[in-house]
């Protein structure tokens, strides 16, 4: 049996304390005891530690992240990151009740596995260090506990979210640290500044291993720099956010402040492209996919010798953008929103068409499936494209809102434009984006994309965002609720990310 403190209080005297200690009283010199691995150090100086969970939909994630806080701040690392993606493939889509089952079936074994990576808790000579409030047991051996615990609160299934949120909370309870639950949205738009603190990381660990040499950009920041000036991107930075539930473009001001400037009328870009997927890939080669995430199939169908087979030339010009797509073979493609310079996505009506033309083509040959896979890709990724030049270049009818002046002002000084989401690992979009941000005027804009496994659902983007908001003073009570549909933008009806109930902020709170 392990041992945590309960409460962050530290006991006074050691009695009560070895009475419910493991391993028990007949081993008492275990404080002692030197243990193999870091050295402690002073509480200041360490580096700030969480588990976080993550479970919104079919995937459940557990990771452990470490981050540099004060001179360094930027650098993190990842000590523990682990996903089980619940099998879905017999209801061709993600079913919540499987998923759930799987979630409730895998997350406490995780967190154990988790535990087992927890730095040791180095040496501990004196009473005070043994009784200290920062060790948990792990298997008989003092870990350092973390300092918090992140969890998804939302947007995404209930009961898949509450079984994290709850799992999140007993443990920052048992542990006696906070609780963060955050924004799954804003997780996916944070990731660029996480895949940047790794790589601090990495450098900073090379460095000590006496590997490289100290480059400018890894220089400890200057004491009156905010974390935010330290991390890249720096705000503001525009985000496509496309995944399985959402396509969003949004305009990311802060931490907690993410601006919608369009999202998706119906269904989500990754949601259509699945869909589409089954209809296009022939059935005996689509068996053989190993999940449900059948739009990365479609990319390897349709590009099997990979970006040596796009043959792209990105529209020079809006009325390009819009032809309507027709082959010779009695089928044609007609662009999303052609029409209108609405700010909103709209995905329904490509695959709508897309259906029927397969519907209308059971036999169709292997060729011809691969051009309309390619076709399909095509024009819903430029459809994403135009609504990003209507941004850039301020026609669209969101800064006929609130904030007009403002976001304009804002959007000539974006530098980078971050893909994320599960659709964002597709090496196709990323070229057309970049192909039309070139032919377009915008090749002064940054394209990042964060590495495949932080472009799916994944624990590390809950971590770092709960190490963002924990660094900004956020703490969540104990009583807050998994929310179904959580609006990111802080214009919203809701209020955004800070508009629901259950924060509190504990830097506000000392001023
Ligand atoms: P997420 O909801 O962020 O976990 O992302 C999952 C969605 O991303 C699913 O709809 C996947 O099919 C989609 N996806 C994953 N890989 C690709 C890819 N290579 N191309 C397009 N969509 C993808
Ligand atoms: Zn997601």
Redo the contacts with the bound molecule.
């Keep these: 049996m392990s041992v945590a403190w309960l409460g962050a209080t530290r006991p006074r005297s050691l009695a009560p304390v070895l009475a419910r200690l493991s391993p028990p009283t007949e081993n008492l010199s275990w404080y002692t005891r030197r243990f193999s691995g870091s050295q402690r150090r002073p509480l200041s100086s360490r580096p700030l530690l969480t588990l976080a969970i993550e479970s919104s ?1 079919d ?1 459940t994630c557990v990771t452990l992240l470490e981050k540099d806080h004060g001179a360094g701040r930027g650098a993190a690392r990842l000590l523990f990151d682990k996903k089980i993606t619940s099998d879905n493939r017999q209801f061709r889509g993600v079913r919540p009740i499987t998923a759930v089952a799987s979630h409730t079936q895998h997350l406490a074994g995780m967190v154990r596995e988790a535990m087992r990576a927890l730095p040791d808790a180095g040496v501990m000579e004196t009473r005070d260090e043994a009784t200290s409030g920062d060790v948990v047991w792990v298997d008989g051996r003092p870990r350092r506990k973390p300092d918090f615990v992140t969890v998804t609160r939302g947007p995404g299934m209930m009961s898949n979210l509450s079984t994290g949120l709850n799992t999140a909370k007993g443990l920052a309870v048992a542990w006696g640290v906070p609780l963060l639950a955050v924004h799954h949205m804003q997780a ?1 738009a944070l990731t660029p500044r996480l895949v940047s603190a790794l790589e601090a990381g990495k450098r900073k660990r090379a460095q000590k291993e006496g590997q490289t040499q100290i480059g400018e950009q890894d220089k400890p920041p200057s004491r009156d720099q905010t974390p935010e000036q330290v991390l890249t991107p720096a705000f503001p930075f525009l985000s496509l956010l ?5 396509s969003l473009l949004v305009l990311s001001r802060s931490l907690t402040n993410h601006s919608i400037l369009a999202e998706a009328q119906n269904i ?4 259509m ?2 869909k589409c ?1 089954r209809d296009i890939i022939p059935a005996s080669e689509l068996a053989a996919s190993n999940g ?9 169908f349709a590009f099997p010798n990979g970006p040596s087979d796009y043959a792209y030339t990105p529209p020079p010009t809006r009325a390009e953008e819009i032809k309507i797509y027709d082959p010779g073979f009695g089928w044609k493609l007609t662009p999303p929103l052609s029409e209108s310079v609405d700010m909103s996505f709209e995905f329904a009506g490509l695959n709508g068409q897309v259906i029927k033309v397969m519907l209308e083509n059971p036999d169709m040959e292997l060729a011809e499936r691969r051009l309309i896979a390619q076709h399909t ?1 095509r024009l819903a990724f430029e459809h994403l494209a135009s609504r990003l030049l209507l941004a850039l270049s301020k026609s669209g009818v969101a800064y006929e809102g609130k904030g007009k002046g403002e976001d304009s002002t804002l959007l000539r000084d974006v530098r980078t434009l971050v893909v ?10 990323m070229h057309i984006l970049r192909g039309i941000l070139d032919v377009r005027g915008y090749s002064h804009i940054e394209l990042v994309c964060p590495p495949l496994p932080l ?3 994944n624990g590390a983007m809950i971590a770092w965002t709960g190490m963002e908001m924990y660094e900004a003073g956020w703490r969540s009570e104990l009583d807050v609720l998994a929310i179904k549909k959580w609006p990111l933008d802080p214009n919203s009806e809701d209020g955004g990310i800070l508009g629901v109930p259950g924060w509190k902020n504990v830097e506000e709170t000392k001023s």
């Design positions: 939909c995937d996916h496309v995944s399985g539930g959402h989500a870009i990754g949601d492209l699945d997927a449900v995430m059948y739009a990365a199939h479609l990319e390897r890709m994320a989401g599960g659709v964002a690992s597709n090496r196709y979009l472009c799916t659902d």
